[in-house]
């Protein structure tokens, strides 16, 4: 008789997905940031040194949030949000609060500087799967949605705002919201979110910009038309490892949020879809461990918001980068240069697998 091997499991499954993508974006943070890390400091390694740190934190961080019981996150949740909030606010008082192209989104304390808003999203899916488990009381949600949200258009930014408001408004429908009210308060969010675009010149230079891309070639729609460049140079197989041109000072931050570009010219689309193929089983995988929790629990409301937040990034990174959307800054899980948010994706990936195995039949 012949034995059946056993299918691995999904949070096993989960692991080696987050191992070959952390590893592949590892590749393409020093393909895209090579030439600017020799340009700014000399050390053509800087920027992909940088980031195996992080990544080497962010393991730890996922070996621990997989031990930590998910209750120890429930009971700490409304300080996480208490102090989310005083983080916001700290990137705004001088000599604390760190401005880079007038966006004021980091804080800087010695010589160690994060983005207190990867923060922030892990403290608004702990804080509101509590809170909403209990209730989804309408005036409290919407208050304690705005406060962050304000917060982050003061900075500006945009893109993070919408991934707060999405993890906020997909958690008060998961936790049963009536759906008229769902609806109601949606269209009134994005009512007052196009009224913020329209009295921002920064922002409606973006929307106008992605409408009109060769309104401004030399000015405003110079990043994107750059972001088209790359794509059309990587054609059907890309121009191979090491080999793009688009890296060298002619897309802005080509290492961080338009990363895939560089990716897309230097594998073509054949990679690229590869590459959004693995993120898609990924995401698959996290949905798995979703449905395995009890509907209207802590742990199906958590594991939703983590999904929320890690689907979301990734859709309106590429989405942006293939020009679908306007840029908005979101990093790309995993490949994007950045310690805080590898730190955090990969503590929350942790979290995860921590919730599946408390769940072992799906």
């Not at 031990?67 to 300080?79: E, H, R």
């Not at 949606?186 to 992605?210: K, V």
């Not at 897309?264 to 959004?276: D, H, L, N």
């Not at 805080?340 to 995860?352: F, N, Q, R, Y």
């Amino acid at each position: 008789m012949k034995l059946r091997r056993p299918a691995l499991s999904t949070e096993l499954s989960l692991f080696i997905l987050t191992c070959i993508l952390c590893t592949v974006g590892i590749l393409f943070v020093f393909e895209a940031s090579v030439a600017e890390a020799y340009a700014s400091f000399g050390d053509q390694f800087y920027y992909v040194r940088e980031q195996i740190i992080s990544l080497s934190i962010g393991i730890v961080g996922l070996g621990i949030g997989t031990l930590i019981p998910s209750t120890f996150w429930k009971k700490i949740s409304p300080l996480m949000y208490v102090i989310s909030i005083i983080l916001l606010i700290m990137v705004f008082i001088p000599n604390v609060g760190l401005s880079v192209n007038g966006a004021r989104r980091w804080i800087a304390v010695g010589g160690f500087s994060f983005q207190p808003v990867e923060i922030v999203k892990f403290a608004m899916i702990i804080f509101f799967a509590n809170w909403m488990e209990r209730h989804q009381k309408l005036p409290p949600f919407l208050f304690l949605t705005a406060v962050p949200v304000a917060l982050l258009f003061l900075q500006p930014d945009m893109g993070s705002a919408l991934i707060v408001i999405s993890i906020a408004f997909g958690l008060y429908f998961l936790a049963g919201a009536p759906i008229k009210t769902f609806l109601a308060t949606g269209g009134i969010g994005i009512a007052l979110l196009g009224i913020l675009i329209i009295i921002s010149p920064y922002r409606l230079r973006r929307i106008t910009t992605f409408l009109d891309p060769e309104s401004d070639p030399l000015g405003a729609s110079f990043h994107i038309r750059q972001i088209v460049i790359a794509l059309g140079n990587g054609g059907l197989i890309g121009q191979g490892i090491g080999n793009s041109r688009q890296k060298f000072s002619y897309i802005p931050e080509a290492s961080t949020d338009s990363i895939f570009s560089i990716v897309a010219e230097e594998i073509g689309f054949v990679g690229s879809v590869v590459i959004i193929f693995f993120f898609g089983v990924f995401l698959k995988c996290v949905h798995q461990i979703c449905r395995k929790t009890p509907p209207g629990s802590y742990d199906h409301l958590l594991s939703h918001g983590i999904l929320i937040w890690l689907g979301m990034q990734i859709v309106l990174n590429l989405s942006a980068v293939v020009a679908l959307v306007p840029l908005t800054g979101v990093p790309l899980p995993f490949f994007s240069f950045g310690g805080t948010s590898l730190v955090m994706v990969l503590s929350v990936i942790g979290i995860l697998i921590g919730i599946g195995k408390k769940y072992p039949i799906s």
